[in-house]
């Protein structure tokens, strides 16, 4: 089955860090660009950072950049989130997808995912 499956999250007080991770099943995500995206209550899903598949080029929304850090360890099979400074407005839930387009974005309308979305991981920041 093919499938990519987020985990990591949590409840952090603000200014901690976690790390998130894609994990993928059933195909080999290194042919593939990987971004991650997130979901407020009440807010459309809006990109966050990809990876690409080539150079391992990496982007952020403007909101995260500097803070937040996007990797892959294709022995591993998995595309990570490193999440650092973390604060109350990064709370949603967050997924990971394949990609049409790995470029700078901020907002919405980025990446063009595509393939079915996973069940994604919850992330609070709240003290």
């Known amino acids: 089955q093919v499938q990519l499956v987020e985990s990591g999250g949590g409840l952090v007080q603000p200014g901690g860090s976690l790390r998130l991770s894609c994990a993928a099943s059933?195909?080999?995500?290194?042919?593939?660009?990987i971004g991650w995206f997130r979901q407020a209550p009440g807010k459309e899903r809006e990109g966050v950072s990809c990876i690409s598949s080539s150079d391992g080029s990496t982007y952020y929304a403007d909101s995260v950049k500097g803070r937040f850090t996007i990797s892959r360890d294709n022995a591993k099979n998995t595309v990570y989130l490193q999440m650092d400074s973390l604060k109350p407005e990064d709370t949603a839930v967050y997924y990971c997808?394949?990609?049409?387009?790995?470029?700078?974005?901020?907002?919405?309308?980025?990446?063009?995912?595509?393939?079915?979305w996973g069940q994604g991981t919850q992330v609070t920041v709240s003290s």
């Open positions: 997808a394949t990609v049409r387009v790995c470029d700078y974005c901020s907002g919405y309308g980025c990446y063009e995912p595509f393939g079915s």
């Open positions: 059933g195909f080999t995500l290194d042919y593939y660009a």
